[in-house]
């Protein structure tokens, strides 16, 4: 009976199951063949910490005070924002940063599966010692935005469509490259910029502290990928690499799309097609989409991903101008 109460109802919506096959790898060479990794495992190993001892859980936050700028909520200085009672002004900071950090969760939650399936995968020791601190980390992110979600902002949303679309590709593709460049590369690389911009911006000091321990780790898992597919892609066929080139496009793609908020909309009450052209045509919304991408394509780049067929598309998504940034890694 106790077994059978601890078994998870199949009725229970809070639950997702998604068939996966990808090859599971031993190595029987336990020497260090790539140091580089090595010495990245070193660093990830000295670099751990405890969310519960050395971030301020005892500070209050006003979740309807301006902790990050208004500026930055997509319909701001629009006919809609205008209209907006001093009360509305509140709930949509509320909203919308409970939006967005519920995306970080969700999208580390993502990350933690995506690693656990590199460490099986990946054809290197130090690879897989690095994956499995990896994996340690994704845990500490999903555990303190859940927190922070639960305790300061009380509420959460559901994962955006684009990111789940994203997320399902890399977890139930076989293929172990495919899954350093869909997490290591793409969604590792736009969460250091988004983070680096929240951390840059933010007004509440436990949020601030927070951002800044997560992108320390971040760094290096956007390394992690780099140094792991580094001369990876010039040993593939012309239709093997196709095959990632197609991947990397249609993820950054799907990747521009997840900021529209459309759940806040709804949750405000107001038209959320009307709303959501809003988003599209704003300014300072255009700006930030592109600049994700500041962390990505000088890695695509140095990767020798960079190629014309990729090249025209980054110019179609507007993110090409960022490939001679200096790289994340």
């Not at 031993?26 to 910490?49: F, H, M, P, S």
């Not at 995306?103 to 897989?128: C, N, R, Y």
Request: charge should be negative; charged fraction near 30%.
């Amino acid at each position: 009976m106790a077994e059978a109460a601890l078994r998870p109802s199949p009725a229970d919506d809070s639950l997702e199951r998604l068939p996966t096959e990808f090859d599971l790898c031993y190595t029987w060479n336990y020497e260090t063949v790539r140091q580089e990794l090595g010495n990245l495992y070193e660093k990830a190993k000295r670099d751990q910490w405890n969310a519960t001892d050395q971030l301020p859980w005892s500070l209050d936050v006003d979740p309807e005070a301006e902790n990050i700028p208004d500026i930055q909520i997509p319909v701001y200085a629009t006919h809609i924002w205008d209209k907006l009672t001093p009360g509305e002004v509140k709930k949509v900071r509320r909203e919308s940063l409970s939006w967005t950090l519920s995306q970080f969760m969700h999208g580390e939650q993502g990350a933690l599966l995506a690693t656990a399936q590199i460490v099986d995968a990946t054809p290197w020791i130090e690879s897989k010692f690095y994956a499995a601190s990896q994996v340690m980390d994704e845990a500490r992110h999903v555990e303190v935005y859940s927190r922070y979600l639960r305790e300061k902002l009380t509420r959460t949303y559901p994962i955006n469509r684009h990111l789940k679309t994203l997320l399902d590709q890399i977890l139930t593709d076989s293929r172990w490259d495919m899954k350093y460049l869909g997490m290591q590369i793409m969604v590792e690389g736009l969460a250091m910029a988004a983070f680096g911009y929240m951390h840059k911006l933010c007004r509440e000091p436990l949020l601030t502290e927070l951002t800044h321990y997560v992108m320390k780790d971040e760094a290096r898992h956007v390394a992690f990928g780099v140094l792991s597919l580094a001369d990876f892609f010039t040993q593939l066929s012309p239709s093997e690499l196709r095959d990632r080139e197609e991947f990397l496009t249609e993820g950054c793609r799907l990747m521009r799309d997840r900021l529209l908020m459309e759940d806040v909309w709804e949750e405000m009450g107001w038209p959320v097609d009307e709303v959501r052209q809003i988003v599209l045509e704003s300014p300072q919304m255009k700006e930030f989409r592109k600049m994700l991408f500041a962390k990505v394509v000088p890695n695509v780049k140095r990767l020798g991903l960079l190629t014309p067929f990729v090249r025209e598309r980054f110019a179609e998504l507007d993110i090409l101008q960022f490939e001679n940034e200096e790289p994340s890694a």
